[in-house]
């Protein structure tokens, strides 16, 4: 595999601090420009981070002395340098799309981890495990954009990474009709930690603003079918959800009821969840899991603290599956929301859009 030059815009941030981190020492990628608001532009890295470096290591070396480009002022310079570009601004949602389009227009490609575009009609919103035909949908947006080579691709919302793959294997096999979902979120998926949220020690938040919509409405997409040059959402299943902020680091958790068409065994799921891989695994990219769903037998598993960081935090664990009184089961599920769920899941799927000759 040849090596591509990259770039990340929204560098100082906790999910560019995870992609600088992830991009260290990849095979495939070699970080070559960061890039941030007009505040750290001119700055080293390591001044424009300052005291606000939130990962469990320390910032690499080679970046440290990099200096910050301003990711608005500066696009055209930034398109020039890199083959494609990781998103992870900052901004109001307006601005985003538009710096997004504007890097797209420039012909460079943009692997987003932000919301903005999740709901464009010709921008996928991909898991390389659940829905890696949708990026088909490029073609369609490049007609539209006016592009040979630029583009935009999202992943989803990170509460999604922990049940979206659970019930992935169960949807059409047994006619998943309906689910209900409760999260328990960690800090760092609001770009906190303790020492910047002291509130959240001992606490638990019960609302995340906007989380619940994107928790029902974001597998719908992932769910969906390309058709006309635009991703038609399914129609099912009916999925409700309560999303809360508890005082965990890193880890989101799910708590999950389902009900289907043709009821399976317990034993027929765990042996599906056991089976299931995805187009990651088939192409063994970089940071696919080899095995993408782990089920725990012991009850008193999947944990944050124990469980979240399984094969390099990318892939998804889940427990405790049982008969419920209202539903047909239920279980719970962990994912860790800045791996698997935020930066890890765009380098995934910008990996996939590599191996698929998209970039």
């Not at 970046?63 to 998103?87: C, N, P, Q, Y």
């Not at 420039?106 to 692997?111: A, G, T, Y």
């Not at 890193?250 to 389902?258: K, L, S, T, Y």
């Amino acid at each position: 595999m040849k090596k591509y030059n990259v770039g990340v815009i929204g560098a100082t941030g906790m999910v560019g601090q995870r992609f600088i981190t992830l991009l260290a020492d990849h095979p495939w990628f070699e970080l070559k420009v960061l890039a941030a608001s007009s505040r750290s532009a001119g700055k080293t890295y390591a001044e424009a981070v300052g005291s606000k470096w939130a990962m469990d290591t320390e910032i690499p070396d080679f970046v440290r002395g990099m200096t910050v480009l301003d990711a608005e002022a500066d696009a055209e310079k930034i398109a020039g340098a890199v083959d494609f570009v990781f998103s992870a601004v900052n901004m109001k949602k307006d601005e985003i799309r538009a710096l997004e389009e504007k890097y797209a227009k420039l012909e460079c490609p943009v692997v987003s981890n932000n919301s903005a575009h999740r709901w464009t009609p010709d921008v996928p919103m991909v898991v390389p495990e659940i829905n890696p035909q949708h990026i088909e949908v490029i073609h369609a947006q490049r007609r539209r954009l006016g592009t040979k080579r630029g583009f935009i691709a999202v992943k989803s919302n990170c509460s999604l990474q922990s049940y979206v793959p659970a019930l992935h294997p169960l949807k059409d096999a047994f006619g998943l009709t309906k689910a209900l979902v409760c999260t328990y979120q960690a800090i760092s998926g609001a770009g906190k930690t303790f020492e910047t949220w002291p509130e959240m020690i001992d606490n638990v938040i019960p609302y995340i603003g906007g989380e619940e919509e994107k928790s029902e409405q974001e597998p719908l997409k992932l769910w969906g079918t390309v058709e006309d040059g635009v991703i038609k959402n399914a129609d099912g299943p009916s999925i409700t959800a309560q999303c809360l902020r508890v005082p965990v680091a890193n880890g989101h958790m799910a708590a999950v009821f389902m009900s289907f068409d043709r009821k399976p065994t317990i034993e027929e799921i765990k042996a599906r969840w056991a089976a299931y891989s995805g187009r990651a695994q088939e192409l063994e990219l970089p940071s696919a899991p080899k095995q993408f769903l782990h089920y725990f037998e012991e009850p008193d598993r999947p944990q944050t603290r124990l469980d979240r960081n399984l094969e390099n935090g990318m892939a998804v664990s889940i427990g405790r599956l049982r008969p419920d009184t209202q539903y047909d089961y239920k279980f719970v599920c962990l994912s860790h929301n800045t791996l698997r769920g935020a930066a890890g899941g765009a380098v995934l799927l910008a990996e996939l859009l590599c191996a698929e000759n998209y970039i």
